[in-house]
């Protein structure tokens, strides 16, 4: 499947992922995230569910501290 | 637009500021100095003499209470700018009701958990709000990799990679740079209508 992540195009072999799968594939292990599907925000407890199928826009934003 | 146009747009324009430290008190003071009329600031904290490498305070002000006394300064650089100052800790549900009538909110804070608490508090309750955050801006260098992206209404701008250590403290130089940016997207989507 083809989605956006973080603005840019990324193919992906299999036809459907979770955001757990796909912070695994990446290799994410980012501890503070903010993580949206086409707009729609997705909170720690529904990565395991919340699936990405072809043509969905997904945010993951890396929280850092600083300010 | 020359500078009178740019004002008269401006004097009628809320910003709000979640966060005095250094992005948001050198953030409040640009936004201030090109005009905008009113500025709702917030910050529980205190200002020590830490603080003083990049926040816009000044060496007599250490002791006193950040969001009060960056009010003061604001005053005296544009007494025409309307500063409501909030001396309290920002939670879930405070952020809503200071900030709800701003145009724009400024994600100020230097936790990584509060910048992801106001990013998910105003995505659920005052979404299509356009929020303007700060992200990666430790260290010192590298201009070059600072940069501004948006995703839907919220603007990031920092180099999204350096975050605060022992090591890779924050200094003016940087944490201006992105403070300074974030006004500037603030003023961009302020003069866009």
Redesign the interface.
Known sequence: MKITL??RSEIFKENNLTISEILKIKNYTF????I?IN?K?I?KPEYNSATVVEGDNV?I??????? | MNFNQIKNKLKNKTVGIA?C????SNCAVALARVGVGNLIISDFDIIEESNLNRQYFFHHQIGSYKAISLQENIALINPNTYVESHNIKLDSENIITIFKDCDVIVE??????M??LI??TT??NLPNKPIVI?????GWGNSNIINV?Q??N?F?C?D?????SEDLP?LAPR?GIVANMQANVVLEILLKD
């Open positions: 973080n603005n501890k503070m995230m903010v949206k707009g925000l909170r945010q934003l890396h929280l850092i501290s600083g300010g | 966060g430290g250094g992005l948001g100020a804070f230097d936790r990584a958990e910048k992801q990013i998910e995505h659920e700060g992200l990666g801006m430790a992206r995703s839907d919220l990031i920092g999204e990679v350096n975050e605060v924050p944490v």
